[in-house]
């Protein structure tokens, strides 16, 4: 991850394994946030400033749960609808139409020479466009308000303000 290495003299970027539905991403943010705090307090470390949940719409249950639990307890969210691999796409062109995860995938697979696991060089190329993705991805948002869309509607990408506050 070349935003891991770019910043580590300045920040602590930990990236926790666990994988699972967003409703358990969540609860498991929360838990691990009162923990640190609880620590941090006693003397025991330092809680990290931000913590972060990283999960596609896809079609999982609670959903509105996970996103409302989110907010209540300060985790941050970077959600893609339908799938990553949006955000992968809009490195490269502008999508503006509600997209399928299959369509998604394919068209993402077809930009990048690869799947969601990314090759060397697709990482490569997806920091190089950086800057395009997120303006498209900030386009996408401002598009949903202006037409009345709910935030996070399909398609969707939050993983820009991810990106923005790893190089803030």
């Known amino acids: 991850m070349p935003w891991r290495r770019e910043f580590r003299d300045r920040l602590l970027i930990s990236i926790d394994p666990f994988h699972g539905v967003p409703l358990s991403l969540v609860e498991r943010a929360v838990s691990t946030r009162k923990a640190e705090l609880r620590d941090q307090k006693r003397g025991r470390g330092r809680a990290h400033d931000e913590v972060w949940c990283v999960f596609?719409?896809?079609?999982?249950?609670?959903m509105r749960e996970a996103v409302q639990k989110a907010e209540d307890n300060g985790i941050c969210l970077a959600?893609?609808?339908?799938?990553?691999?949006?955000?992968?796409?809009?490195?490269?062109?502008?999508?503006?139409?509600?997209?399928?995860?299959?369509?998604?995938?394919?068209?993402?697979?077809?930009?990048?020479?690869?799947?969601k696991n990314l090759?060397?060089?697709?990482?490569?190329?997806?920091?190089?466009?950086?800057?395009?993705?997120?303006?498209?991805?900030?386009?996408?948002?401002?598009?949903?308000?202006?037409?009345?869309?709910?935030?996070?509607?399909?398609?969707s990408s939050g993983v820009w303000a991810l990106i923005e506050s790893i190089r803030a």
Not at 56 to 62: A, E, G, L, R, Y
Request: proline fraction near 6%; hydrophobic fraction near 30%.
């Open 56 to 62: 596609d719409v896809d079609s999982h249950p609670n």
């Open 79 to 115: 959600i893609s609808n339908p799938c990553i691999e949006l955000w992968f796409i809009l490195h490269f062109e502008d999508q503006t139409a509600h997209i399928s995860r299959h369509k998604a995938q394919s068209r993402s697979a077809e930009l990048l020479g690869c799947k």
């Open 119 to 155: 090759s060397r060089e697709a990482v490569d190329l997806l920091y190089s466009r950086f800057d395009d993705a997120s303006q498209r991805a900030r386009d996408l948002d401002i598009k949903h308000k202006g037409d009345g869309s709910p935030p996070r509607s399909n398609p």
